[in-house]
């Protein structure tokens, strides 16, 4: 099976431009969620969308945003950007299959977003 | 706050056997305990996870003791592409396929380097 695949892999944009990432997730998976990964915040968990619907959301503001559609890929938008959204934005996706310890969350490679 | 407390560091010669430690004091008895790594810049992978048994595949062995407390990940024969930062990860898995289980929250990890 393909891994879960993410594009771009890098992007750069200026402070106040918005942005939308995508994700691909492993066939057959229906959750994806969505990490952003900082030098000093380390890895964080920013939502999970499960049959196009946000069912977990991390602790961020509500420029970040994201969307699942039918087919499970997903895309995560960040408007007004700022400097501090510069990052590594991960994708992951699972079966959420409802089975005892088969929940497990792959990674995509990530998506490097510079904010100048 | 990540529920699980690993050493900063650690070393391991070339073709011995490497064991990381977890502390997960606080675990619940519905969580699991997972283990993922991360090579510089890419994204996280995943390497084996367990609820009360040990658990062992083609990657490494966890191993988690009977009040499942800490648990050890051994990588028996390291090689410098075991070079990464490993994170061990407590998690509430869902018991159904509309339930979300909990995020997966990353602390530091332990960085691991694997010299010849």
């Known amino acids: 099976k393909a891994g879960v695949t993410q594009t771009p892999r890098y992007l750069i944009k200026t402070r106040g431009q918005q942005v939308t990432l995508s994700c691909s997730p492993i066939?057959?998976?229906?959750?994806v969620s969505w990490y952003q990964q900082t030098p000093g915040q380390g890895l964080q968990f920013l939502f999970e969308y499960f049959s196009e619907t946000q069912r977990n959301k991390g602790n961020f503001p509500g420029r970040f945003s994201g969307r699942q559609f039918s087919n499970s890929r997903s895309e995560m938008n960040v408007s007004t950007l700022e400097l501090g959204d510069s990052a590594l934005y991960l994708c992951a996706s699972s079966s959420a299959s409802g089975l005892a310890g088969a929940d497990t969350q792959y990674f995509g490679p990530g998506t490097r977003l510079t904010v100048l | 706050d990540a529920k699980t407390t690993q050493p900063p560091s650690m070393d391991c010669a070339e073709g011995r056997a490497a064991n990381l430690p977890c502390n997960h004091s606080t675990i619940s008895g519905n969580e699991y305990v997972y283990w993922y790594r991360q090579i510089h810049s890419q994204g996280p992978q995943y390497i084996i996870h367990?609820?009360?048994n040990n658990e062992t595949n083609e990657m490494a062995s966890l191993i988690i003791t009977e009040d499942r407390k800490s648990s050890t990940l051994i990588l028996p024969h390291a090689t410098l592409r075991d070079t990464a930062v490993y994170y061990c990860?407590?998690?509430?898995?869902?018991?159904?396929?509309?339930?979300?289980?909990?995020?997966?929250?990353f602390g530091k990890g332990t960085t691991l380097s694997v010299s010849s």
């Open positions: 367990g609820l009360k």
């Open positions: 066939s057959g998976h229906r959750s």
């Open positions: 990860i407590v998690r509430v898995e869902p018991e159904s396929p509309n339930q979300a289980g909990t995020a997966l929250i």
